[in-house]
């Protein structure tokens, strides 16, 4: 991605990277404000960094889960213990869950753990860039598009998932517009897919995650998602308030896309009702940067995914091409 760094200049970096025996990432958790680079040693912390959200978004997660496999190789953990612990860290993203046993396969194969953990990485970015290339043949000049939460390369190691066709579409010298909702209670639309999008330089509003319906009544073409787990009908799961968004998406007759790699697929889960959602700490809800605004007394429920049914995608934008929901099957073989 691009990146205007504290001296000014612009950089290509990428979210996560292994470099000198450790673990490097971008804290996103200071993103916008600040472009602060994290390393870890051990698997122990890269599952605390996947747990925590200092690097999030389910193809970054997977492939940061590859490296924290990597690092107990190197540090001789028990790779067993070690893929139970970097499992244990968040419970809907299936791209962890595809890395981390990814991983296992190939060190138990004898192979080196930092060359499988850069391969995984480099082939996320592949794939990457194979769905813009597919999703950017669906955009045409002019569009009005619409995005929620972020599936960008903060999300994905490098280039995004819904944010690739944009990138694409951009790059070929097609004039979009994106609606950017900001995504509460972590915020990662305002802070991170506005970040990237300005980055880029590509024309875009944030806008409140309730004021998405107003804006598709007044004219959106387009919208495409992330998912951060897909099940083999094609009912997924992605950041909460994206089932709102595919409903009054249909309401209206927009197209409605959703951008992910076949990791993010999982054929053993059969619907979306088989999808465990994650359910966070109360306190996203009710502080904001410590201080509480939320009256004492009072409760919050904070789940960090819905389900949002197949009936309601148009598609699904992979690096094998783009897949009606009755055709992901295919995609196994």
Same mark, same amino acid.
């Given at each position: &991605?691009?990146?205007?760094?504290?001296?000014?200049?612009?950089?290509?970096?990428?979210?996560?990277?292994?470099?000198?025996?450790?673990?490097?990432? *971008?804290? +996103?958790?200071?993103?916008?404000?600040?472009?602060?680079?994290?390393?870890?040693?051990? =698997?122990?912390?890269?599952?605390?960094?996947?747990?925590?959200?200092?690097?999030?978004?389910?193809?970054?997660?997977?492939?940061?889960?590859?490296?924290?496999?990597?690092?107990?190789?190197? %540090?001789?953990?028990?790779?067993?213990?070690?893929?139970?612990?970097?499992?244990?860290?968040?419970? @809907?993203?299936?791209?962890?869950? !595809?890395?981390?046993?990814?991983?296992?396969?190939?060190?138990?194969?004898?192979?080196?753990?930092?060359?499988?953990?850069?391969? !995984?990485?480099?082939?996320?970015?592949?794939?990457?860039?194979?769905?813009?290339? !597919?999703?950017?043949?669906? *955009?045409?000049?002019? &569009?009005?598009?619409?995005? =929620?939460?972020?599936?960008?390369?903060?999300? @994905?190691?490098?280039?995004?998932?819904?944010?690739?066709?944009?990138?694409?579409? =951009?790059?070929?010298?097609?004039?979009?517009?994106?609606?950017?909702?900001?995504?509460?209670?972590?915020? +990662?639309?305002? +802070?991170?897919?506005?970040?990237?999008?300005?980055?880029?330089?590509?024309? =875009?509003?944030?806008?409140?995650?309730?004021?998405?319906?107003? !804006?598709?009544?007044?004219?959106?073409?387009? *919208?495409?998602?992330?998912?951060?787990?897909?099940?083999? %009908?094609?009912?997924?799961?992605?950041?909460?308030?994206?089932?709102?968004?595919?409903?009054?998406?249909?309401?209206?007759?927009?197209?409605?896309?959703?951008?992910?790699?076949?990791?993010?697929?999982?054929?053993? @889960?059969?619907?979306?009702?088989?999808?465990?959602?994650? +359910?966070?700490?109360?306190?996203?809800?009710?502080?904001?940067?410590?201080?509480?605004?939320?009256?004492?007394?009072?409760?919050?429920?904070?789940?960090?995914?819905?389900?949002?049914?197949?009936?309601?995608?148009?598609?699904?934008? @992979?690096?094998?091409?783009?897949?009606?929901?009755?055709?992901?099957?295919?995609?196994?073989?």
């Amino acid at each position: &991605m691009k990146a205007r760094m504290e001296d000014g200049k612009v950089s290509d970096i990428r979210a996560v990277w292994f470099d000198n025996g450790k673990c490097v990432m *971008i804290d +996103q958790r200071e993103l916008p404000a600040a472009i602060k680079i994290v390393s870890f040693g051990t =698997h122990t912390e890269v599952a605390e960094a996947i747990r925590n959200m200092t690097t999030r978004g389910a193809p970054c997660i997977g492939a940061s889960a590859a490296y924290g496999m990597c690092l107990a190789a190197l %540090n001789k953990v028990d790779i067993d213990k070690a893929a139970a612990d970097i499992k244990a860290a968040r419970p @809907t993203a299936y791209d962890l869950f !595809y890395a981390v046993d990814w991983m296992l396969a190939k060190l138990k194969a004898g192979e080196d753990p930092v060359k499988a953990a850069d391969s !995984y990485a480099d082939s996320i970015v592949d794939k990457c860039k194979a769905i813009g290339r !597919y999703g950017n043949e669906l *955009i045409r000049d002019g &569009m009005t598009l619409m995005t =929620h939460c972020n599936a960008g390369a903060l999300a @994905t190691v490098d280039v995004g998932t819904a944010l690739a066709p944009m990138r694409a579409a =951009h790059d070929s010298g097609k004039k979009i517009f994106v609606y950017a909702s900001e995504t509460r209670p972590r915020l +990662q639309g305002m +802070q991170l897919t506005a970040w990237e999008l300005n980055q880029e330089g590509i024309d =875009h509003a944030i806008i409140p995650d309730g004021a998405s319906a107003y !804006y598709m009544s007044k004219g959106v073409d387009m *919208i495409i998602v992330g998912a951060d787990r897909i099940a083999a %009908n094609g009912d997924f799961a992605n950041k909460i308030g994206t089932f709102d968004k595919a409903i009054v998406a249909k309401r209206f007759g927009i197209p409605f896309y959703v951008a992910a790699p076949v990791s993010t697929f999982d054929f053993n @889960t059969r619907t979306g009702s088989d999808i465990v959602i994650e +359910q966070r700490a109360e306190t996203e809800v009710t502080e904001i940067s410590g201080i509480r605004i939320a009256p004492v007394g009072s409760k919050a429920l904070n789940p960090a995914f819905d389900v949002t049914p197949a009936e309601l995608v148009t598609g699904f934008i @992979t690096e094998k091409g783009v897949f009606a929901p009755s055709e992901i099957g295919s995609m196994k073989e």
